[in-house]
């Protein structure tokens, strides 16, 4: 069955200091990919996605991602922590069911803190 | 500008009530979806729409249902709402699979139920 993992619920960096957020996913084909981002009391932004054009992706705000099929990763990552970067980001990929409609797997989150 | 917005940002009601959490999308898309946020679980899928009058189950209908009569407006129906049902609920909505799949999101409802 597909699956979307995020190997940290939560993760603390100092301003300035470079961020790693870790997902790796299950499938038996090369899925899109993405990554959202939700602050506080928001809904959820796309931040980037990956589909098959090209492995390192860059997204809003100074992110980016690299897909890696040989581990079957899609870390995302910023060389530099802002204290607006604050907040919960989920890797999700398209649910692969034959159906008409684009339903998406979710990760369970990892929520960034960024300390000055 | 994408816009997705939903009826209200925060709604408190009482156990046994029936709720309706609305949302509007201005894109034309065809698709729209509600899910419910809760800690550690992630988003959840409840109902999806692939168009008007169109529903499917998503993998928690249980306590749901949903109408959509116009393109636009995709409503969740909570027909007795329950304590468990107390959530963050967020709309979101796309074009057809195949041509875009990134979906837009509202700000999200947060219901409690009491």
């Known amino acids: 069955a597909q699956s979307v993992t995020q190997l940290d619920s939560h993760v603390s960096v100092s301003e300035g200091t470079p961020v790693l957020l870790r997902c790796n996913y299950s499938?038996?084909?090369?899925?899109?990919l993405f990554w959202y981002v939700q602050h506080p009391n928001k809904g959820l932004q796309l931040l980037l996605k990956?589909?098959?054009?090209?492995?390192l992706v860059k997204g809003i705000n100074g992110f980016e991602a690299e897909f890696k099929k040989s581990e079957t990763s899609f870390h995302l990552t910023k060389p530099s922590a802002h204290m607006s970067d604050a907040a919960e980001y989920f890797c999700?990929?398209?649910?692969?069911?034959?159906?008409?409609?684009?339903?998406?797997?979710f990760g369970t989150g990892t929520l960034l803190a960024v300390q000055p | 500008d994408v816009k997705v917005t939903q009826s209200s940002r925060y709604l408190v009601k009482r156990t046994g009530e029936k709720v309706f959490l609305e949302c509007v999308q201005d894109?034309?898309?065809?698709?729209m979806f509600w899910y419910r946020q809760d800690p550690g679980l992630g988003l959840r899928l409840i109902y999806f729409?692939?168009?008007?009058?169109?529903?499917e189950k998503g993998d928690i209908p249980e306590g749901y249902s949903v109408s959509r009569e116009k393109k636009e407006r995709f409503s969740l129906i909570l027909e007795s709402a329950s304590t468990n049902q107390t959530s963050m609920y967020l709309c979101?909505?796309?074009?057809?699979?195949?041509?875009?799949?990134?979906?837009?999101f509202g700000p999200g409802t947060r219901l409690l139920v009491l």
């Open positions: 979101a909505s796309s074009l057809p699979r195949g041509r875009q799949e990134t979906q837009y």
């Open positions: 499938s038996s084909y090369s899925p899109s």
């Open positions: 990956y589909t098959s054009a090209a492995t």
């Open positions: 999700v990929a398209p649910k692969n069911y034959g159906g008409a409609t684009n339903k998406l797997i």
């Open positions: 894109m034309d898309h065809e698709n």
């Open positions: 729409s692939y168009d008007v009058k169109m529903k």
